[in-house]
T-cell receptor, first 113, second 110 residues
Framework: DGGITQSPKYLFRKEGQNVTLSCEQN?????MYWYRQDPGQGLRLIYY???????QKGDIAEGYSVSREKKESFPLTVTSAQKNPTAFYLC????????????FGQGTRLTVV | KQEVTQIPAALSVPEGENLVLNCSFT??????LQWFRQDPGKGLTSLLL???SQREQTSGRLNASLDKSSGRSTLYIAASQPGDSATYLC?????????WGAGTKLIIKP
């Protein structure tokens, strides 16, 4: 079945560690996105990519990094510079970055321990 | 700067009632508007996409309307069921970016 797969579902990070969240899609979509969701707030855009080997910062990119080496994959690294990383992270894709429908993965819940 | 507001933040109604969820936005220059459903601890499921040239979209018991001039969209749910309990989010696409409301948490009481 076509869709977006995020892994792991739950992730625990120690202080000072970098962790990487996986996002894979088999929808043949060009555009991919990472969002952060905190309780009671709307989703906030971390990074987006319109095409392979290209990505742009969103509203809250500090402390995060991404890569887009393959069309299907858009991993997100939460670095030690991100001071408050505990949140629910959602990956999405759309056919292009225009007015096309966005599809989401099931999310990764990251907790700092 | 585009801002999206969803009111109320939470809503509880008895099973079987028809209900309306509201989404308002400040800039009418949008490409489309999407309604999503989110179950606790889960990702988002796309419910309806309304292009800027459209006035409404229907899927089963759901009907979404769009009035760009007034900056409003509504999601109408007919004959609500306990399985409809979830958080409903709207997002507008403008300048190639999704801008999100904070969501309405809906509880349908059996």
């Amino acid at each position: 079945d076509g869709g977006i797969t995020q892994s792991p579902k739950y992730l625990f990070r120690k202080e000072g560690q970098n962790v990487t969240l996986s996002c894979e899609q088999n929808l043949n979509h060009d555009a991919m996105y990472w969002y952060r969701q905190d309780p009671g707030q709307g989703l906030r855009l971390i990074y987006y990519s319109q095409i392979v080997n290209d990505f742009q910062k969103g509203d809250i990119a500090e402390g995060y990094s991404v890569s887009r080496e393959k069309k299907e994959s858009f991993p997100l690294t939460v670095t030690s510079a991100q001071k408050n990383p505990t949140a629910f992270y959602l990956c999405a894709s759309s056919r292009d970055r225009g007015n096309t429908e966005a599809f989401f993965g099931q999310g990764t819940r990251l907790t700092v321990v | 700067k585009q801002e999206v507001t969803q009111i109320p933040a939470a809503l509880s109604v008895p099973e079987g009632e028809n209900l309306v969820l509201n989404c308002s936005f400040t800039d009418s220059a949008i490409y489309n508007l999407q309604w999503f459903r989110q179950d606790p601890g889960k990702g988002l499921t796309s419910l309806l996409l309304i292009q800027s040239s459209q006035r409404e979209q229907t899927s089963g018991r759901l009907n979404a309307s769009l009035d760009k001039s007034s900056g409003r969209s509504t999601l109408y749910i007919a004959a609500s069921q306990p399985g409809d309990s979830a958080t409903y989010l709207c997002a507008v696409v403008g300048n190639y970016q999704l801008i999100w409301g904070a969501g309405t948490k809906l509880i349908i009481k059996p």
